[in-house]
T-cell receptor, first 115, second 114 residues
């Protein structure tokens, strides 16, 4: 079975500052890794995903994440955040080739960007 | 439609009453999923439909919860004899097929049981 830990429930940051949202996972098999974003009063939207290949994955809105197998981490980063990045961010994992329904989500990190 | 549509967007109900939540998936998507998002919790998988196959109900928390999908399209999640702990946002998602690694989510239905 897989599990996901998002250590920070909330991350406050000033506009134009860099940010890192942490995600660690536990799995006895190789996994696919995902970050989803949920803007206020909206559904989840895929930010980026790692299936295989390069461990540095670039997503939408200037976000990127790096898969580190030895540390079982998939931290999300952005070099300069905007007010509009204020949202809830969810990390998720699944075994390969098992379909979306097998995704295990973390509890989420709320990113609060202030002027 | 252009996206996954859920209705109602908000529902307040009295404890003990039954509620129905509706989901219209993206046209042509054969896979449909229901999740529950409680305050301070991650997303909890409830049920999954793939085409005409028997649904995966492994995530339903109790027999008060049920869901159906008519004609391979619209889905209804029914909660009978609602309890206060059922209060949550119920999210529906759809994907092209069961192999999809990405699903598209609706805006959710916020259910409040008073």
């Amino acid at each position: 079975a897989q599990s996901v830990t998002q250590l920070d429930s909330q991350v406050p940051v000033f506009e134009e500052a860099p940010v890192e949202l942490r995600c660690n996972y536990s799995s006895s098999v190789s996994v696919y890794l995902f970050w989803y974003v949920q803007y206020p009063n909206q559904g989840l939207q895929l930010l980026l995903k790692y299936l295989s290949g390069s461990t540095l994955v670039k997503g939408i809105n200037g976000f990127e994440a790096e898969f580190n197998k030895s540390q079982t981490s998939f931290h999300l980063r952005k070099p300069s955040v905007h007010i509009s990045d204020t949202a809830e961010y969810f990390c998720a994992v699944s075994p390969p080739n098992t379909g979306f329904q097998k995704l295990v989500f973390g509890t989420g990190t709320r990113l609060l960007v202030s002027p | 439609g252009a996206g996954v549509s859920q209705s109602p967007s908000n529902k307040v109900t009295e404890k003990g009453k039954d509620v129905e939540l509706r989901c219209d998936p993206i046209s042509g998507h054969t896979a449909l999923y229901w999740y529950r998002q409680s305050l301070g919790q991650g997303l909890e998988f409830l049920i999954y439909f793939q085409g005409n196959s028997a649904p995966d109900k492994s995530g339903l928390p109790s027999d008060r919860f049920s869901a159906e999908r008519t004609g391979g399209s619209v889905s209804t999640l029914t909660i009978q004899r609602t309890q206060q702990e059922d209060s949550a946002v119920y999210l529906c998602a759809s994907s092209l097929d069961f192999r999809g690694t990405e699903a598209f989510f609706g805006q959710g239905t916020r259910l409040t049981v008073v």
